[in-house]
């Protein structure tokens, strides 16, 4: 076996070719999309590397077949609460089911780590943001949902062999959108709903730039600060939402205001694997026109929720219940999605777990963060739980 950086066009196209590999045969599985996956890479689409550097690698057999990959990555934003010491990432993980082989990557990313002061090791993750490409699936085989990784079940032994330990679990929670919710969704949106106080408003397309704004302060206020995230500005907002707007459903994302102002929101999409399973993971002009027909004619009835939160001191007031059963009574009525499933939620966040569990949905699956210590004497501890 050898190790080679991958550092030519034809060695991109390996490293893509591998996950294929991997995977072929599997009807459950999804190929991603070339240019998610290589955007991670490019200096000029991801911010993260201005504030770190990532490289990856190709494990060839004695014939010169790629039977591997893997990247790894080290940013000085990326810290998780409770950390005591500086930590790197590997991700995009790819490999026969072979400890060796195995071995020979993450020993290969370990050192590279450690030449610049890491002194353990988070994977598989992403080299940005946390919703995509985060964590290995250790239960729940079917199909992923979009920019999710997707893995042979023996990679777990893989990682837990070489010593990798769980650092948090990632759920994932669905259900079927015609089933009727608890009744004390009902009881605590009836109390809200007697407020004039408080309003709710699904996204109007014509209206984009008014709730990128209302966006940008709530995340601002529930979730800059966390896992080294910083606060998001406006036009970074605006940028996320027109890259969305061309599979924005208005009726599937949500927002409730308190005398006007923006507190919560309640964002979904329609799944996008079910529509670019039909790409084999190219975007060029053809498949962007395949795109567009698959679109409008083959009806997608999965539903996928993005980001769900109240600003602080909003919560525990039970207007988590009052902006699910306003957006529920659309969407509901309609008819048009038959199964929602939620991206993931740590393990350490058992608040956002409950709200969900108190829906009544079920665990559809659960990816898992592995943590590797460099200094094997050390203590090993998970991920804190959040108060």
């Not at 993260?48 to 893997?70: N, Q, S, V, Y």
């Not at 408003?201 to 302060?217: M, P, Q, S, Y």
């Not at 659309?330 to 991206?343: A, L, P, T």
């Amino acid at each position: 076996m050898q190790l080679t950086i991958v550092d030519s066009p034809q060695k991109v196209r390996q490293f893509l070719h591998v996950h294929v590999a991997i995977n072929k045969g599997n009807p459950q599985w999804i190929q991603p999309l070339d240019k998610d996956i290589e955007e991670v890479f490019n200096k000029e689409k991801n911010k993260a590397f201005r504030h770190g550097e990532a490289i990856r690698w190709l494990l060839l057999d004695d014939k010169g077949t790629p039977i591997g990959r893997i990247a790894a990555f080290v940013n000085k934003k990326y810290m998780n609460k409770g950390d005591e010491q500086p930590t790197g990432g590997v991700g995009f993980f790819e490999c026969i089911n072979d400890q060796a082989a195995a071995n020979l990557l993450f020993d290969t990313a370990k050192k590279w780590l450690q030449e610049r002061g890491m002194e353990a090791m988070d994977g598989p993750i992403n080299f940005g943001e946390r919703d995509r490409w985060w964590g290995l699936l250790v239960e729940g085989f079917h199909e992923p949902l979009y920019c999710m990784n997707y893995n042979p079940p023996y990679y777990k032994a893989l990682l837990e062999n070489y010593g990798f330990q769980p650092f948090f679990n990632q759920v994932c929670l669905s259900l079927d959108v015609h089933d009727r919710l608890r009744d004390k969704f009902y009881d605590r949106h009836a109390q809200l709903k007697k407020n004039p106080e408080y309003t709710s408003r699904h996204i109007r397309l014509n209206e984009l730039e008014k709730f990128a704004d209302d966006f940008t302060v709530i995340y601002n206020k529930a979730w800059a600060g966390h896992g080294g995230g910083k606060e998001m500005g406006r036009a970074q907002a605006l940028k996320i939402f027109q890259s969305m707007k061309p599979v924005i459903d208005e009726h599937v994302v949500w927002f409730v205001y308190h005398k006007g102002q923006p507190i919560g929101c309640w964002l979904n999409l329609p799944e996008l694997n079910q529509w670019f399973k039909y790409l084999h993971g190219k975007f060029g002009l053809l498949q962007k026109l395949k795109f567009l027909w698959v679109k409008k004619f083959k009806p997608n009835r999965k539903l996928t929720g993005i980001v769900f939160g109240l600003i602080p001191e909003y919560q525990a007031k039970g207007l988590d219940a009052f902006l699910i059963m306003e957006g529920a009574a659309v969407i509901q009525k309609e008819m048009k999605y038959h199964e929602y499933e939620m991206q993931w939620i740590g393990d350490f966040n058992p608040k956002m777990i409950n709200i969900a569990a108190n829906l009544g949905a079920e665990r559809s699956r659960t990816l898992t963060t592995y943590r590797y210590l460099f200094d094997r004497e050390k203590p090993f501890r998970r991920h804190p739980t959040l108060a």
